[in-house]
């Protein structure tokens, strides 16, 4: 997923919330198209992204599992990451981060600037992430279930990937399934 403006006088995202997503070995085309990471940001501020699941592989540009990149310096204030899940088949300190064109390795270090303290570095227990389609649902003994934001409030009308309520159990789940 990329977000934001092309370059620092083409443009901003401001005030966008990026909730209960499944984000599944996104960023692994390779050529010179590749985007670098997961999740790409530029020129964005005051965006939330909570509720998430980032299921990071390796990629053939980086030959690492790039969660995150953000190469113009100063573009990016104020994004909030928090209640997410995190993953790779790397581990957690391989997992790596590109903020204002600096490379933080490890799930730790990452926390360690301030984003994602209530986030976990776990395998989300998707039903199927192998095959094609992806199986989205989440396992009974998933680490996602019930692991999202507790003061998340669900809007009007809201669901989840298969039209049912967003919040069951008392507590929003991570991911697109509830």
Known sequence: MSFGGYAQEGGRVVNCAFLNNTFLKNGVLSGTDAQIGDVNILWASTCTLKNNIFYVVKEPKTNGPVALSNIDKNSFSNIIFDYNIWYTTEGPKKIHFIVDNNKISGFKEWQALGFDKNSLFVNPSLRDAVNYPPGLHLRQTSK???????????APGETDIDGDSRIKEGRVNCGADE
């Open 144 to 154: 996602a279930k019930n692991a999202g934001d507790p003061a998340f409030t669900k």
